[in-house]
């Protein structure tokens, strides 16, 4: 059965630090372009962060290059993601997700195309 867990969410303060982790069973993360999306009351699920297979690319929306880092541990099966600098606007609860139908990440990430998702970890970033 194929299953991604999101774990490492919390309440931070602004310009703090977390580390997202995203652990696979069922299927072999490596083998499939892999992304990070968030959700905050109110507004659309939008595309973070996503890795292709074998680490060949990374991509980030502009919102929060430079400050987030997408990486994974495949000996783990687990992709993470660090986010550091973190702003109040970075509030929402954040998801992997699993595009099984490529290997590489796509200029857009377009939430219909990917497969297969988490639960979600709530992100709070306030004072």
């Known amino acids: 059965q194929v299953q991604l867990v999101e774990s490492g969410g919390g309440l931070v303060q602004p310009g703090g630090s977390l580390r997202l982790s995203c652990a696979a069973s069922?299927?072999?993360?490596?083998?499939?372009?892999i992304g990070w999306f968030r959700q905050a009351p109110g507004k659309e699920r939008e595309g973070v962060s996503c890795?292709?297979?074998?680490?060949?690319?990374?991509t980030y929306a502009d919102s929060v290059k430079d400050r987030f880092t997408i990486s994974r541990d495949n000996a783990k099966n687990t992709v993470y993601l660090q986010m550091n600098s973190l702003k109040p606007e970075d509030t929402a609860v954040y998801y992997c997700?699993?595009?099984?139908?490529?290997?590489?990440?796509?200029?857009?990430?377009?939430?219909?195309?990917?497969?297969?998702w988490g639960q979600g970890t709530q992100v709070t970033v306030s004072s």
């Open positions: 890795i292709s297979y074998s680490d060949v690319s990374t």
């Open positions: 069922g299927f072999t993360l490596d083998y499939y372009a």
């Open positions: 997700a699993a595009n099984t139908m490529r290997s590489r990440c796509g200029p857009q990430m377009i939430t219909h195309e990917y497969d297969y």
